[in-house]
């Protein structure tokens, strides 16, 4: 079974500042994605960020980039010149697609971290 | 462009009653996907649907019970409600072997009093 853990429970930045989440995963799958997605207060999924595990060039959304270690199962997401829009809370998530016909794509979540961009 | 519809966005029942939360998915999207969020907890799969047939079971008690129809929208129904089912329901879609992004719907808010 694959885990995500997501260390920093809760996090604070200044606005135009960066920060970094971090997110580390067990699994023993070699064919995976990672996601990162953001829950504001209106508990909206939006999804920020994806990583395929076979690209070994680091994924990019304008503000925000990721760093992703396969070998050390890390895959940390960083928020540049950060927005107060940009709080809320971010969950890390892990799928896998070993298998065909459907199975095995569902998404597992770490426990999330809350980050609150400050005027 | 169109988003995941869920239905209805809030829902109160009570202890021992049945609900059913009904889910719309992006048009052209074949795989549906439902979890749920307890309050101050991550997301956990619920269970999942590829043109119309079950394709994954998470843990989903068996008093849930779910389905795709023709058209592709899902229903998750619950019966024999207990306070512990008070939560957020997302339902989440995409077209498999095209794009893995899951699209999330609104999400539906259960309190079961």
């Known amino acids: 079974a694959q885990t995500v853990t997501q260390s920093q429970p809760e996090m604070s930045v200044q606005e135009a500042e960066t920060v970094t989440l971090s997110c580390t995963y067990d699994?023993?799958?070699?064919?995976?994605?990672l996601f990162w997605y953001k829950q504001p207060p209106s508990r909206q999924m939006i999804l920020v960020i994806r990583?395929?595990?076979?690209?070994?060039q680091n994924a990019t959304e304008n503000r925000f980039s990721v760093n992703f270690q396969k070998a050390a199962k890390s895959f940390s997401l960083k928020i540049s010149d950060s927005q107060l829009g940009d709080t809320a809370m971010y969950f890390c998530?892990?799928?896998?697609?070993?298998?065909?016909?459907?199975?095995?794509?569902?998404?597992?979540f770490g426990k999330g971290t809350l980050l609150t961009v400050n005027p | 462009a169109a988003g995941v519809i869920q239905s209805p966005r809030h829902l109160i029942k009570e202890k021992r009653e049945t609900a059913t939360l009904k889910c719309y998915p992006i048009?052209?999207?074949?795989?549906v996907y439902w979890y749920q969020q307890g309050p101050g907890q991550d997301p956990q799969f619920l269970i999942s649907f590829y043109e119309k047939m079950q394709s994954d079971k998470g843990s989903i008690p068996d008093r849930f019970s779910a389905q795709q129809f023709s058209d592709y929208h899902s229903e998750l129904n619950m019966s024999s409600l207990e306070l512990g089912d008070s939560a957020l329901y997302f339902c989440a879609s995409t077209i498999l072997g095209f794009s893995y992004e899951q699209y999330f719907g609104p999400g539906t808010r259960l309190t079961v009093t």
């Open positions: 699994t023993s799958e070699n064919n995976y994605y």
């Open positions: 990583q395929e595990a076979y690209k070994q």
């Open positions: 048009p052209r999207h074949d795989t």
């Open positions: 998530a892990f799928m896998t697609f070993e298998n065909s016909g459907g199975s095995n794509y569902k998404l597992t």
